[in-house]
Structure formats: structure tokens, C-alpha cells
């Protein structure tokens, strides 16, 4: 049996994901420690989100494996357990209100009650009372609201690709308290971002990917 307290969070063995004739992510090996803030950063295209899709399970790389809490994804499960996910732009019901979107959400993932619905909206800084229609969101709170989705099964581990993308610099400042916070509860977050500035400070761990590859450690580049 696996040692909750010890097992890392995520280990990347060897990855590497090939489309056709392009290899877009190149023979990663990786491990980050439970507990912790986490930080990935590098250009558009640079493979970021690739490998937050493998480690979630939604790519089978091309070769290697991505384990999450000890459990190998494709192999004991087909996702990444205990995790919650923000990756690319999230998809909401554009007429329904952001309550009602989480509710739907909640209900298909088997969870009940609304008032840990409406704690996960207040926790991203949104009124759980605001009556108007996603569709008129805008990408600031539409990423409030992903964040919010990915924090209702009160997760162990939060995978997130730009969570700070429409985000005024109040609206980065409040996201950084919230994952210092969730930090502190004993989460860990392992986070994307093409701006350095957006993770600087409050990452454990950094780590820059250009081109597929993944370096040891983050060091000043300009994006």
C-alpha cells in the first residue's frame, strides 16, 4: 500500500505524444510533490497543455505514462484520480446562470446539496446569486467559473491551464490568495502559464517547457 503522505502527486515517465509526423512533446520525466504549487511556464504551443492533457488522461501518449497519487493513468484508471481540471477555454450552457451550470455539473458527477455549490462560486470571488446568463460572462468570470467547476468535488489535486487569462491584476491577486489557500488545506496545484509574471511568487516549484522539452528548472526567459 501506498503512503498517502509521501506518494507524489503527479510523476511523468518518459512521455513522449507524437501527431503524425510531429512530436510535441519530447520524452518527459518529472515528479512533483504533493502539498505544493506547481508552476509550467512557456510559450503558446509549447506543449504545456499537451502534457496537462496526458497527465489528466485525455491523451495516451505516444509512449511512457503519467502516474497521479500512485495510480497509472490508462493502466489502473483511465483518469486522474482525486483531480480537478481547467484546461483550455471551459464549456458552460451560454442561457443558464453560473449557478445553475455548477448545479447541473454537480448533479452529473453524483454530488448533491447546493450549498457547496454556491461555497465553491463565493470561493472564486462570484455572486452565487448573479442572475445573468453565462453567455454574457466575461472571460475574466467565465474562468472564475472554471475554476469553481474544477474545485467541487473538493479535490486533492488542481490541474490548471491559464487560470489567470482574463484575470485584471486584482482578479490575479485574489486567484493567488485562493491557491495559497487551498495550498495551506493540503491541496496541490500544478499550473500553466505563458506570462512568468502571472506565477511569480507563488509557485513551489517552476518549470519551463519550449519545444516539447521540459527543463530541470525555471530561469529568467522572456515570453
Known sequence: MTDRNTTPAIQV????MR????TVIKDITCTWEAGKIHGIVGRNGSGKTVLMKCICGFLRPTRGQARVFGRTIGKDVDFAPDTGMLIEAPGF???ET?????LWLARLSGLKGRERV???????????????????YSMGMRQRLGIAQALLDDPRLLILDEPTNGLDKQG???MHALLMCLKAQGKTVLLASHNPLDISGLCDSVREMDGGVM????KDITI
Open 13 to 16: 515517465e518518459g512521455i513522449r
Open 19 to 22: 501527431f503524425g509526423a510531429d
Open 93 to 95: 450552457l451560454p442561457h
Open 98 to 102: 453560473g449557478m445553475s451550470n455548477l
Open 118 to 136: 454556491r461555497a465553491c462560486i463565493e470561493m472564486v470571488g462570484l455572486d452565487p446569486n448573479l442572475k445573468k446568463g453565462v453567455g454574457k
Open 172 to 174: 490575479v491577486r485574489d
Open 215 to 218: 527543463s530541470a528548472a525555471y
